[in-house]
């Protein structure tokens, strides 16, 4: 499975998971995939304006790389692919914090094969792996308000489909209820 698609199967379950969850949960999985976009939008920024050129091209004398080495103008810093996988992990870890035994190793996997297939430096996955968290961390607190306010006017809505897409919320406690006297121990 492709670290893309894992990424996507991830953001569908946890949006899935919260929609039985609170306010602020489902809420959070629904900004993942966005802010994950973001700190996408900003790598692509942040590559055009240092215009490193990646180990596969820039090293003489190196190995041959395991992947097919990207065209020149596809710049190496900082790395797209641990940007993502930074951004992604802490989305869903905010979502769900358990979540943080699975995604945290996945994207530090991410970031150490960019490395060893050749086609990035060590600092542009370390790079990446904070940028992705920075900007996903920003981009979820800068928009949990009106996500919040969304998410209560959807779940309280008429609308079937709205419902449905946010879900019901939290399942209600039950209440204990006292044992009858005839039960009661004497």
Do not use: Q
């Not at 893309?4 to 929609?19: D, M, Y």
């Not at 920003?138 to 959807?154: D, F, I, Q, S, Y």
């Not at 879900?167 to 209600?172: D, E, F, K």
């Amino acid at each position: 499975m492709t670290h893309e698609l894992r990424t996507r199967v991830l953001f569908v379950a946890g949006w899935w998971r919260a929609r039985h969850a609170s306010t602020r949960a489902f809420a959070i999985a629904a900004l993942a995939p966005l802010a994950t976009a973001v700190a996408y939008v900003c790598s692509e920024l942040l590559k055009s304006v240092v215009a490193e050129d990646r180990p596969c091209r820039a090293v003489a004398g190196a190995a041959t790389s395991l992947a097919e080495c990207p065209p020149h103008g596809d710049w190496s810093f900082p790395s797209n692919h641990a940007t993502i996988a930074g951004a992604s992990a802490l989305t869903l870890v905010l979502v769900r914090r358990a979540l943080v035994l699975l995604t945290v190793p996945l994207a530090l996997l991410m970031a150490f094969s960019r490395v060893f297939v050749g086609v990035h430096y060590p600092h542009d996955v370390a790079a990446g792996l904070l940028l992705g968290t920075a900007v996903a961390f920003t981009a979820v607190r800068l928009a949990l308000r009106p996500a919040l306010r969304l998410t209560g006017t959807m779940r309280a809505s008429s609308a079937p489909a709205a419902r449905w897409l946010t879900g019901p919320g939290p399942r209600p406690l039950a209440r204990a209820v006292p044992p009858s006297p005839a039960h009661r121990r004497r």
